[in-house]
């Protein structure tokens, strides 16, 4: 049964997230009932990473198993076609070996976090930037984020659902920018490790933009991971300036990189 791996898109405000449920939308549900639309007992898709209810994707991995040997080209064309008009897009699709697989081999998982920082609300962007009107010290915000890099216990930025056996895990960067858009400053966190926990990038914006409003010190950053207790967490900040922007495998499945 060949492997395919895909390149999803898709916009997360319509679903209920990736993973499939019985009663609601989800990204899952909608690429299987697609896949279904070409073969007839299509297993269950498997993805780099489950994202909440409301996150997007610009990179995000599936895997599919076809009983056909499909012209990859033609896959993503017959998926975009039967897709439509969920907002959900197969950017590339490609041959997988067949010990590969979309969650476990992957090495790197990359986030980026849109924050809007200006007075107006959005409105071309709406659901698609965490709007904050504050000003924003984003010095102060860099300086909390140096905390958090590295191997540690984050017991406190994981939600208290979060079914991982074990809260230590090692982030490898998380890194703070201001861009000028047509739409005024938004300031960027692009946060790479090997795997998340539940909710952790949202906790971490969230604790960050009180840093950069003034009502943390930098250093209460470091004494909330330190506590290892959910309770010293900041607020979490909403999913929908929240992209799972890449991941990265041993080999480059889709030749862009």
């Known amino acids: 049964m060949p492997r395919y ?3 999803v898109e898709y916009d997360g405000g319509p679903f209920a997230g990736w993973q499939r449920q019985a009663d ?27 994202t909440d209810a409301g996150v ?3 990179g995000q991995v599936a895997q599919a198993d076809l009983a056909r040997a499909w012209d990859p080209f033609r896959l993503s064309e017959a998926l975009n076609h039967h897709l ?3 907002p959900v897009a197969i950017r590339a699709a490609t041959h997988a070996p067949e010990d590969w697989h979309a969650r476990f081999s992957a090495t790197e998982r990359r986030y980026l976090f849109r924050l809007l920082n200006r007075r107006a609300p959005p409105a071309l962007s709406r659901g698609k930037v965490w709007h904050v009107p504050r000003p924003l010290d984003l010095d102060a915000m860099r300086d909390g984020a140096a905390h958090l890099v590295g191997r540690h216990d984050f017991t406190t930025f994981r939600a208290s659902e979060c079914q991982a056996d074990s809260p230590v895990r090692t982030l490898d960067a998380l890194e703070i920018e201001r861009v000028e858009t047509a739409e005024g ?11 998340f926990l539940h909710s ?37 900040c ?17 030749g862009e990189g």
């Open 56 to 58: 997007h994707a610009l």
């Open 185 to 195: 400053p938004e300031i960027r966190f692009h946060v790479r490790a090997r795997s």
């Open 5 to 7: 791996a895909l390149l």
């Open 24 to 50: 609601q939308p989800t990204v899952q549900g909608a690429l299987e009932a697609a896949l279904a639309r070409l073969e007839h007992g299509v297993p269950a898709v498997a993805a780099a990473g489950r």
């Open 238 to 254: 909403p999913p929908h300036g929240l992209y799972l922007e890449g991941v990265t495998y041993p080999a480059d499945l889709f």
């Open 200 to 236: 952790q990038v949202r906790s971490f914006v969230g604790t960050l933009e009180r840093v950069g409003a003034g009502a943390w010190a930098p250093a209460d950053v470091g004494r909330a991971l330190e506590a290892r207790d959910r309770a010293a967490c900041g607020p979490v």
């Open 84 to 86: 439509r008009p969920a």
